[in-house]
């Protein structure tokens, strides 16, 4: 069994910051993929920023320069620091992963829980 467990939402001010956490557990062989996602009220869910197989890191237009990924493979976890948020950043942040959890197995995709974040005006 994999668990997502995602970290670290809350309300918070235009203008403020918050870091998001998601630790991956549960049997794992490898982590092929890892990012985040939001879904606001009516909306369809979207990436927000990840890490792609290869290591690379991609960025939805809306959050470049303001948002940054990082991650430490040691524990199977992704942090999102998001910084000069808007209130249209409101929105439960949800956290993905593609998942090999044997070494025979293909990767498949996991999700938090998700974790709301809103920002007020």
């Known amino acids: 069994q994999v668990q997502l467990v995602e970290s670290g939402g809350g309300l918070v001010q235009a203008g403020g910051s918050l870091r998001l956490s998601c630790a991956a557990s549960?049997?794992?062989?490898?982590?092929?993929?890892m990012g985040w996602y939001r879904q606001a009220p009516g909306k369809q869910r979207e990436l927000v920023a990840g890490f792609t197989r290869d290591g690379s890191t991609n960025y939805a237009d809306s959050v470049k320069g303001r948002f940054t990924i990082s991650r430490d493979s040691t524990k199977n976890t992704v942090y999102l620091q998001m910084n000069s948020l808007k209130p249209e950043d409101t929105a439960v942040y949800y956290c993905?992963?593609?998942?090999?959890?044997?070494?025979?197995?293909?990767?498949?995709?996991?999700w938090g829980q998700g974790t709301q974040v809103t920002v007020s005006s």
């Open positions: 549960g049997s794992i062989f490898s982590i092929n993929a």
């Open positions: 993905n992963a593609d998942i090999r959890r044997f070494s025979h197995s293909y990767p498949a995709p996991y």
